[in-house]
């Protein structure tokens, strides 16, 4: 059941309101509540009452056609991005342009899977324009043979990410090849001649793995370590503690690979180490 974001901006002394046109879909009360999900190929009325003493200047956005009439009717229709609606009204002055910001997906790992939700429509959109303020909901599927590790970046939690778009933004979502392990290094800070923490996360099928660090820039390793098998859970961090060289460059990298009980390995993750 597709869903398209409807949110609405009001400037000035009233309200819009509009009720939702199933169980499945939110009502609108703006200034209060200004954005809601609506069930594709509903229908909506929105009304701008102004209150006492202002009156109502017009509509702005996709309501743009309905002038100062106090009703603008629209029905969500479309595909991807296109059904979603932006609109404003303004009270005692004109209706402001409705500010946009950029919401986008970046899909990362060994896996593939689909991600949809608020105009994304991943593969074939992963970006969308939402009205700065929105709600957006997006859910993450694996594909056949892959896992859904978690979202990051804007977002948080594991297959469903909801946040509120107030500029434009970037949410990652990791998918894995069940066939083999995974790891991904996290950038670190550090001081020379101190001890700091290596980090890490690391996921396999089956639970296990071990993995093996080498810090280093170029072809110059600083430090090799390897974590012994152990269970492992890709929403936990882990770290190695090291003890940064006195004659560390200023910008080093550590780089980690996961192997299973059967010695296959993951792809080598890399990430930057900045130390003072």
Same mark, same amino acid.
């Given at each position: 059941?597709?869903?398209?974001?409807?949110?609405?901006?009001? @400037?000035?002394?009233?309200?819009?309101? #509009?009720?939702?046109?199933?169980?499945?879909?939110? #009502? !609108?009360?703006?200034?209060?509540?200004?954005?809601?999900?609506?069930?594709?190929?509903?229908? !909506?009325?929105?009304?701008?009452?102004?209150?006492?003493?202002?009156?109502?200047?017009?509509?702005?956005?996709?309501? #743009?056609?309905?002038?100062?009439?106090?009703?603008?009717?629209?029905?969500?229709?479309?595909?991807?991005?296109?059904?979603?609606?932006?609109?404003?009204?303004?009270?005692?002055?004109?209706?402001?342009?409705?500010?946009?910001?950029?919401?986008?997906?970046?899909?990362?790992?060994?896996?593939?899977?689909?991600?949809?939700?608020?105009?994304?429509?991943?593969?074939?959109?992963?970006?969308?324009?939402?009205?700065?303020?929105?709600?957006?909901?997006?859910?993450?599927?694996?594909?056949?043979?892959?896992?859904?590790?978690?979202?990051?970046?804007?977002?948080?939690?594991?297959?469903?990410?909801?946040?509120?778009?107030?500029?434009?933004? @970037?949410?990652?979502?990791?998918?894995?090849?069940?066939?083999?392990?995974?790891?991904?290094?996290?950038?670190?800070?550090?001081?020379?001649?101190?001890?700091?923490?290596?980090?890490?996360?690391?996921?396999?099928?089956?639970?296990?793995?071990?993995?093996?660090?080498?810090?280093?820039?170029?072809?110059?390793?600083?430090?090799?370590?390897?974590? /012994?098998?152990?269970?492992?859970?890709?929403?936990?961090?882990?770290?190695?503690?090291?003890?940064?060289?006195?004659?560390?460059?200023?910008?080093?990298?550590?780089?980690?690979?996961?192997?299973?009980?059967?010695?296959?390995?993951?792809?080598?993750?890399?990430? /930057?180490?900045?130390?003072?």
């Amino acid at each position: 059941m597709l869903h398209y974001q409807v949110t609405v901006v009001v @400037t000035g002394n009233g309200h819009v309101t #509009a009720p939702a046109p199933d169980s499945t879909s939110g #009502a !609108i009360d703006c200034p209060d509540q200004c954005s809601a999900l609506i069930k594709q190929n509903s229908t !909506i009325t929105l009304t701008a009452t102004p209150d006492e003493g202002s009156r109502f200047a017009g509509w702005g956005g996709d309501c #743009a056609s309905a002038g100062t009439a106090s009703t603008c009717t629209l029905t969500l229709t479309g595909q991807g991005a296109n059904g979603s609606k932006s609109i404003s009204a303004g009270f005692d002055v004109p209706p402001p342009p409705v500010p946009m910001v950029s919401l986008a997906v970046q899909k990362i790992g060994t896996g593939t899977g689909f991600v949809g939700g608020s105009g994304i429509d991943c593969g074939k959109t992963c970006a969308t324009s939402l009205a700065k303020g929105a709600k957006a909901t997006l859910l993450a599927v694996a594909d056949p043979g892959a896992a859904l590790l978690g979202w990051g970046g804007a977002c948080s939690g594991v297959v469903t990410c909801t946040l509120t778009v107030t500029r434009s933004s @970037t949410a990652i979502v990791t998918f894995a090849d069940r066939r083999r392990p995974y790891a991904s290094a996290l950038p670190g800070r550090g001081r020379r001649s101190t001890t700091m923490n290596l980090q890490f996360r690391a996921w396999d099928s089956r639970g296990a793995s071990r993995e093996e660090l080498m810090v280093g820039s170029g072809r110059v390793r600083l430090e090799r370590a390897e974590v /012994p098998m152990r269970a492992v859970s890709f929403r936990r961090i882990y770290s190695v503690p090291w003890r940064v060289p006195a004659a560390a460059q200023r910008t080093e990298r550590l780089c980690v690979t996961a192997f299973d009980r059967s010695g296959r390995h993951s792809p080598t993750s890399c990430a /930057p180490l900045t130390l003072a």
